[in-house]
């Protein structure tokens, strides 16, 4: 039987959360359920379970007006149009956030550092040490 995509994310999310402390599983069914405006299910699922969206497909990889990406759980900035790059990679990447304290990061299980909204908790995605360094604008790291 195959299991949708969103569900096996949700699966995923449960088992991590039955592998946290008490306090962290109390987080993850707070924020898991609540605090977005609507939205449709794939951003509900990428904002609360992590899914990750397909390669190539996020409308904001060819996005070039200038401008600030917000956070589309809560409308936080988060990052200004000038430190969006083309990375190759397939998803949208910037050099660097407007303001560090917009973002929580944490580390993953399997390594990676994942980003959240320091506001509503929504995944943003991951942090990556492949980034532009200072003499190109950027400060090393590659956030999509």
């Not at 699966?11 to 959360?17: I, L, N």
């Amino acid at each position: 039987a195959h299991t949708p995509h969103v569900a096996r994310w949700w699966v995923d999310s449960q088992e991590r959360a039955r592998g946290q402390g008490k306090e962290q599983r109390a987080g993850l069914q707070k924020h898991t359920m609540s605090g977005f405006k609507m939205v449709d299910p794939l951003s509900w699922a990428t904002m609360r379970l992590g899914v990750t969206e397909k390669r190539w497909s996020s409308k904001l990889n060819d996005e070039k007006r200038e401008g600030v990406y917000k956070c589309k759980g809560c409308g936080t900035e988060l990052y200004a149009s000038d430190a969006k790059y083309s990375s190759g990679t397939g998803w949208p990447s910037f050099m660097r956030p407007i303001d560090e304290g917009s973002l929580k990061r944490r580390r993953e299980l399997d390594g990676r550092i994942e980003v959240v909204c320091s506001n509503c908790k929504a995944h943003l995605g991951h942090v990556f040490g492949d980034g532009p360094d200072s003499q190109h604008g950027g400060c090393g790291h590659r956030h999509w």
